[in-house]
Each structure stands twice: as structure tokens, then as C-alpha cells.
């Protein structure tokens, strides 16, 4: 029974030390430019709907006529419905100094297409001369299509004693798939700045007696496709802003004195300090530890937005070391020195054992 609890007390020791964590995490907030390069001269925005009228689809009853003539009207009210969802996006960046949407009845502006030629971009030309704009923000294409599907049903109904039966009855399913194409024109440059298509899917059911009447069953579908055609907008406009993201870094917390005083430092937000400490083990004599502090350097170099530096650590700490995730961190950092704005730092902590 002695050896037995002996044993239990070094097995509690043993878990107790390993689940004692070597590292913790540094959450660091960066900011990655937006999809979209635009100019600096870029000031005052121009939108317009050059998508071209789809050709009337056909239909075999009198169901189908009801669903075509939803998206007969979805064209004309989802576009307009698109174009201020952009207009809204835009109009909040304050980079721009005017954001309108052209009247296409004061101008011809059919779909530019994605390499226009020289009568093209003098088309785009005066119609930003007459308006005032710098650049033409154009929803390219528009276009709708509703895929439906039926089964049967159970559902309850008032007789004439105004008591609940269950009857047969059909229920249908609509998928409607809304695509937007885009495009964006610099006239000055005459270069096409942006192509880029949306594509959202809005889902409806309901239950009816006949198909017919499950149709017209259907709650707020209209104000659901707008409500989409809107969003896609709003979407596309988004590419034009700048993304906030947070990526998470380990760092060593223990293996020697100083990098667990260090640690305590960085909790306290005296990162100076901390990286003395870490910069006072590079020279340990213990290769773990000396590749420890080069990589904890190097993801203090990048929450401080210097990622020049934090790929230098980083590489010092993998030349020591040769660890895998050391080798998968100096990845992330060569693809972030591609995407990444500015070295100014936009960063923020949170600290998890």
C-alpha cells in the first residue's frame, strides 16, 4: 500500500508538471489592405447599372408564369436595390469626397465590358466629365434564377364547424441564386481597376392546399430578395476597406528564470522589459532556451509591427533550433510582409494559459 501510494504521488507530480504549460498566447490585431487598389486621385465616385436586360424566359403553366414574373420584377427592383447598397458602403468611406448614382436615363451606359477600347473609355470619359466623377463603379450584370421543388404535405384546416382536420396538401421550396457582376473604371489611367462577381441564394417555403396556393403562401419573399440584393452591394463595397484581423502567436512563458520574469513582464504591459530579459538569454548556453528568446523576440517584433525584424528573430530562432512550428511561423510572416499595409502597429493583447 506504501509503494502504491508512493507511486500515485509521483504520477501526480509528473501530470502536475507537464500540465504546467511551457507557452502562452499573444493575440495581435493587423490591418491588411483592401482587395481593391485605388488611386489616390480617386475622390469622387460615380455608380451606375450598365447590366444588360436578360431575355424573357418561358414558362409552361401557370405556376411557373407566377415565378418568372417575381423575377421579372426582382431585375428591376434588385438592381436598384443593389446599386444603394453600394451607394450606403461607399458613402461611409471617407476617402471619397462624393459618392452618386448616375441616372442611366441622362447617359447611355451599356455594359463596358471588361476590356474596353478606345470609343469605350471616351464613352466613360465624358460620362465622368459630365457628371463630375473620378472613377465609374459599375454593376455589370444582373441576374436571377429560382429552382423549385415540391413534396406532399400534411397540414391542418378549419371545416365548416370551424374544427381542425388534417388534409394533403403540397409544400414548395424556392431557390432563388442572385449574381451580381461588378466592375470598376478608372478613366484617367484607363485601366479596368476591379471585376468581381456576388452570388447569394435565398431560400423560401411554405405549405398550401395545391401548388398554387403554397406559392402564394410564402411570407416576405420580395422583402427577403431585396433585403439580399441590397447586401451584395453593401458586400462588393466592403472590398474597398481595409480588413482588421486578429492572429494568435505562442510564446515561450518558462524554461529558464528570466523567461519566466519575462513572462510576468509582458502580463504587466512592460514589454521593454520583457524584451531585455529575452535579449539577456540569447547567449545561454542552452540551445533551447537561446532559440526560445529569438523567437519571442520575434513575435514582440510583430505585435510592435516591425515584421523586418520579427523575420530576422525568427530566423536566428530556426537556425538554432530548426523547430517545425518556428519553420510554419517564418511562413506566416513572409506571406504577412505581402498583404500587409503599413508597419505601424495596430495591435492589442489577450493573454490565455
Keep these: 500500500m506504501k509503494y502504491l501510494s508512493k507511486g500515485i504521488l509521483i504520477f501526480i507530480v509528473f501530470v502536475g508538471c507537464f500540465s504546467c504549460t511551457s507557452t502562452k498566447q499573444l493575440k495581435i490585431t493587423f490591418t491588411e489592405p483592401s482587395p481593391v487598389d485605388l488611386s489616390n486621385q480617386i475622390k469622387k465616385i460615380g455608380i451606375v447599372n450598365s447590366s444588360l436586360a436578360k431575355s424573357e424566359k418561358s414558362y409552361s403553366n401557370g405556376l411557373e408564369q407566377l415565378i418568372v414574373l417575381e423575377e421579372r420584377w426582382l431585375a ?13 458602403e461607399l458613402a461611409q468611406d471617407t476617402r471619397f469626397e462624393s459618392v452618386k448614382i448616375l441616372d442611366k436615363t441622362a447617359q447611355k451606359t451599356n455594359d463596358f465590358g471588361s476590356s474596353p477600347d478606345e470609343a469605350t473609355w471616351q464613352q466613360i470619359a465624358l460620362i465622368c466629365e459630365k457628371n463630375g466623377v ?10 436571377t434564377e429560382t429552382k423549385f421543388s415540391f413534396k406532399k404535405t400534411k397540414l391542418n384546416q378549419l371545416d365548416m364547424m370551424r374544427n381542425a382536420t388534417e388534409v394533403s396538401g ?11 457582376g461588378w466592375r470598376i473604371y478608372d478613366p484617367n489611367q ?4 476591379d471585376e468581381f462577381t456576388t452570388n447569394e441564394q435565398v431560400n423560401a417555403s411554405a405549405k398550401g392546399i395545391n401548388q398554387v396556393d403554397a ?28 480588413r482588421k484581423l486578429d492572429v494568435y502567436r505562442d510564446y ?15 502580463e504587466n504591459g512592460k514589454y521593454s522589459e520583457a ?5 539577456q538569454e540569447i547567449s545561454n548556453p542552452k540551445t533551447k532556451i537561446s532559440s526560445r528568446a529569438c523567437y519571442n523576440l520575434a513575435v514582440l517584433s510583430e505585435f510592435n509591427g516591425d515584421l523586418n525584424n520579427a523575420m530576422k528573430w525568427a530566423v536566428k530562432s530556426y537556425d538554432l533550433d530548426e523547430l517545425e512550428d518556428t519553420r510554419l511561423y517564418i511562413k506566416d510572416l513572409e506571406n504577412r510582409q505581402t498583404h500587409t499595409v503599413s508597419p505601424k502597429r495596430l495591435a492589442s493583447t489577450e493573454f490565455l494559459d
Design 76 to 88: 428591376e427592383k434588385g438592381t436598384e436595390a443593389a446599386l444603394t447598397g453600394l451607394f450606403d
Design 134 to 143: 473620378d472613377a465609374i463603379f459599375s454593376l455589370a450584370s444582373h441576374d
Design 170 to 180: 403540397q409544400e414548395i421550396t424556392l431557390k432563388t441564386l442572385i449574381e451580381n
Design 190 to 193: 484607363r485601366i479596368l481597376i
Design 215 to 242: 406559392l402564394q403562401a410564402i411570407d416576405n419573399r420580395r422583402e427577403n430578395l431585396l433585403k439580399q440584393s441590397k447586401q451584395s452591394g453593401s458586400a462588393y463595397g466592403y472590398r474597398m476597406q481595409p
Design 252 to 266: 515561450y512563458a518558462a524554461g529558464s528564470q528570466k523567461m519566466e520574469l519575462a513572462d510576468a513582464k509582458i
Design 275 to 279: 524584451s531585455t530579459l529575452w535579449k
